[in-house]
Nanobody, 125 residues
């Protein structure tokens, strides 16, 4: 089993940057693909980015491509989401998630097996 805890959210002005971190417990962390999703008030949970178990492949939502970067450090059981050039539309609760399918970079939240509690990101205009 994997437990996930996000951190790094906060309030930032448009054009600024934040780095989200997701710390995982569990000896098999390195076997899991990982993803970031976000959910704005009144909206569905949307895919943001995903990375395979070894970091060899990453995928991004079109809305964040070129601005966000997902990475992982299996030695530290951590996945990061570097967010640059933030815009107010990026305001949401951000969740990290783990997928037991190691090579997966699924955009579907239903494919993920474990979830963190979320961290709030607010971008002011």
């Amino acid at each position: 089993q994997v437990q996930l805890v996000e951190s790094g959210g906060g309030l930032v002005q448009a054009g600024g940057s934040l780095r989200l971190s997701c710390a995982a417990s569990g000896r098999t962390f390195s076997h899991y693909a990982l993803g970031w999703f976000r959910q704005a008030p009144g909206k569905e949970r949307d895919f943001v980015a995903a990375i395979t178990y070894d970091g060899g492949r990453t995928v991004y939502a079109d809305s964040v491509k070129g601005r966000f970067t997902i990475s992982r450090d299996n030695a530290k059981n951590t996945v990061l989401l570097q967010m640059n050039r933030l815009v107010p539309e990026d305001t949401a609760v951000y969740y990290c998630a783990a997928d037991a399918a190691s090579y997966s970079t699924s955009r579907r939240s239903s494919e993920y097996d474990y979830w963190g509690q979320g961290t709030q990101v607010t971008v002011s205009s």
